[in-house]
């Protein structure tokens, strides 16, 4: 009997902005490798390929240009905006593959035997959604299967909105086995399901005919239950792998591939850094192999000491971003009091003290919480522009199922049961009111001028004379207007 085959698609983002920062769809690609570890054959067709072939060869010497380490932008093409966020003064866009390549290179592979969709934000759910229309047409009575963060955090909205026949949530590996095996009637696909995070297979990054870089996890979920993050509902166990098996992936995974560029999709890094990041950065030091990492995910402050900053650098990370959200203490104490400003300052101390120049690190601070002042997001500005790093603003999103989108709703910034549409986080401010929108772009261009202050070595709050006669200036702003 010939092997079962899947497609495996992930679609495209539509969005006002979106930019590879080392994406890849990890989850499908988790469910492919188990898969086929399985006797399953599989096929993929990913809309965000930067390096599809034919989309190069329609680009020629128009292509965007790429980082050195393998991020740029996507191909974009204007669309329609829809009518629930048509008031957002602009462009929509489909990020990806244009559409006829996509479905040329549906009919370029055989017929399968089901179709594995992923999903990503919940606001981007229009992409699953021409997808599976445009499967379901090329490939009528396939059965299609929706997983991913969408699936996972709306279930019930993915289901009136792109009627897969069937849904996955959470993570998928077994799930999918045991729903293939039911579709095909093919019960060895159920037996000996691996008891350990390290006994599933590598994801299948083979199915790519290039890829530039590489994801990896060294553990899934966190333990933390921040208020504006859904990471615990998407996975509620965390799980860390051993030292030995990560860093067995990453020497092959590279070799194989022949890529230098890895970039780590945890969103707890560094947690236990004696048992876990540590032996693995020391290991990778010790194997002389010339790889560089990125960190596009927040990374926990309070863990980065001498020694693991040194290993950092040795190691050759190259993106590092930490994760500050907030000085405030009320706002840590409600987020969770990940880090405060004095642990902030010790990590961005010790990287700098290891090698690294502060105007290479950035940190993200949020933005347009429900009931957080204006003043908290600039002060928090100030004092990471004060540290010399830069600033990554991150512009709340609402997310179903979190303590922020209640909050939201409560406030009145949402209705109920709202179009995943209005959360995007570009959407959120005007849906407020237009002052809340430009006053959040000011908060922007104002980080942005701090920022390429930063990059050119100057900061404006250094020295301490310096800061102090401008704060004195500026409160005397107000008697010149006068």
């Known amino acids: 009997m010939k092997s079962p085959y899947i497609l495996c698609i992930n679609p495209w983002i539509y969005d006002f902005s979106a930019y590879d920062l080392w994406s890849k769809p990890l989850g499908l690609l988790y469910v492919a490798a188990f898969l086929k570890q399985r006797g399953v054959r599989a096929g993929l067709i990913d809309c965000l390929d930067k390096h599809h072939p034919e989309l190069l060869r329609r680009q020629g010497r128009n292509a965007p240009k790429q980082s050195k380490y393998g991020s740029g932008p996507f191909h974009r093409e204007i669309m329609a905006t829809p009518e629930a966020i048509k008031f957002i003064p602009r462009y929509f866009a489909r990020y990806g593959l244009p559409e006829d390549i996509f479905r040329r290179d549906l009919h370029n592979h055989p017929r399968p035997n089901a179709i594995f969709i992923t999903s990503g934000m919940t606001y981007w759910y229009p992409g699953p959604q021409r997808a599976v229309e445009i499967c379901r047409e090329i490939f009528p009575g396939v059965p299609v299967v929706l997983g991913g963060i969408y699936a996972t955090l709306m279930p019930e909205h993915a289901r009136q909105a792109i009627q897969p026949d069937y849904l996955i949530t959470g993570p998928g590996e077994i799930k999918a086995a045991e729903l293939l095996a039911d579709i095909l009637k093919l019960p060895h696909l159920r037996e000996e399901f691996p008891g350990d995070i390290d006994d599933f297979p590598y994801p299948a990054f083979d199915l790519y005919p290039e890829i530039s870089y590489l994801v990896a996890m060294a553990s899934r979920g966190?333990?933390?239950?921040?208020?504006?993050?859904?990471?615990?509902?998407?996975?509620?166990?965390?799980?860390?792998?051993?030292?030995?098996?990560?860093?067995?992936?990453?020497?092959?995974?590279?070799?194989?591939?022949?890529?230098?560029?890895?970039?780590?999709?945890?969103?707890?890094?560094?947690?236990?850094?004696?048992?876990?990041?540590?032996?693995?950065?020391?290991?990778?030091?010790?194997?002389?192999?010339?790889?560089?990492?990125?960190?596009?995910?927040?990374?926990?402050?309070?863990?980065?000491?001498?020694?693991?900053?040194?290993?950092?650098?040795?190691?050759?990370?190259?993106?590092?971003?930490?994760?500050?959200?907030?000085?405030?203490?009320?706002?840590?104490?409600?987020?969770?009091?990940?880090?405060?400003?004095?642990?902030?300052?010790?990590?961005?101390?010790?990287?700098?003290?290891?090698?690294?120049?502060?105007?290479?690190?950035?940190?993200?601070?949020?933005?347009?919480?429900?009931?957080?002042?204006?003043?908290?997001?600039?002060?928090?500005?100030?004092?990471?522009?004060?540290?010399?790093?830069?600033?990554?603003?991150?512009?709340?999103?609402?997310?179903?199922?979190?303590?922020?989108?209640?909050?939201?709703?409560?406030?009145?910034?949402?209705?109920?049961?709202?179009?995943?549409?209005?959360?995007?986080?570009?959407?959120?401010?005007?849906?407020?009111?237009?002052?809340?929108?430009?006053?959040?772009?000011?908060?922007?261009?104002?980080?942005?001028?701090?920022?390429?202050?930063?990059?050119?070595?100057?900061?404006?709050?250094?020295?301490?004379?310096?800061?102090?006669?401008?704060?004195?200036?500026?409160?005397?702003?107000?008697?010149?207007?006068?």
């Open 222 to 482: 966190c333990p933390f239950r921040c208020t504006f993050c859904a990471t615990y509902k998407i996975d509620e166990n965390f799980s860390q792998r051993k030292p030995d098996k990560v860093l067995e992936e990453l020497l092959t995974q590279t070799r194989r591939f022949g890529v230098r560029d890895v970039a780590f999709y945890d969103d707890a890094l560094l947690m236990q850094p004696e048992r876990r990041i540590k032996p693995i950065l020391q290991a990778i030091k010790e194997s002389k192999q010339p790889l560089r990492f990125h960190t596009p995910n927040g990374l926990h402050a309070r863990f980065i000491d001498e020694e693991l900053a040194q290993l950092m650098y040795e190691c050759n990370f190259k993106t590092i971003r930490l994760s500050l959200e907030s000085v405030a203490k009320e706002r840590r104490r409600d987020i969770h009091n990940k880090v405060t400003p004095g642990e902030m300052t010790r990590a961005v101390a010790n990287l700098v003290k290891a090698g690294f120049q502060a105007r290479d690190l950035e940190t993200y601070i949020i933005m347009g919480l429900p009931n957080q002042p204006l003043e908290e997001v600039i002060e928090t500005i100030l004092y990471a522009n004060n540290l010399g790093v830069q600033v990554r603003l991150a512009c709340f999103s609402p997310i179903p199922g979190t303590v922020d989108y209640r909050r939201a709703i409560e406030n009145g910034f949402l209705p109920e049961n709202p179009d995943p549409l209005i959360t995007n986080k570009t959407v959120i401010p005007l849906y407020r009111t237009i002052e809340a929108y430009y006053r959040f772009q000011t908060v922007s261009q104002f980080a942005n001028m701090l920022n390429d202050g930063v990059r050119r070595g100057v900061t404006f709050f250094q020295p301490a004379d310096f800061r102090q006669a401008l704060f004195k200036a500026l409160e005397r702003v107000g008697e010149w207007e006068q």
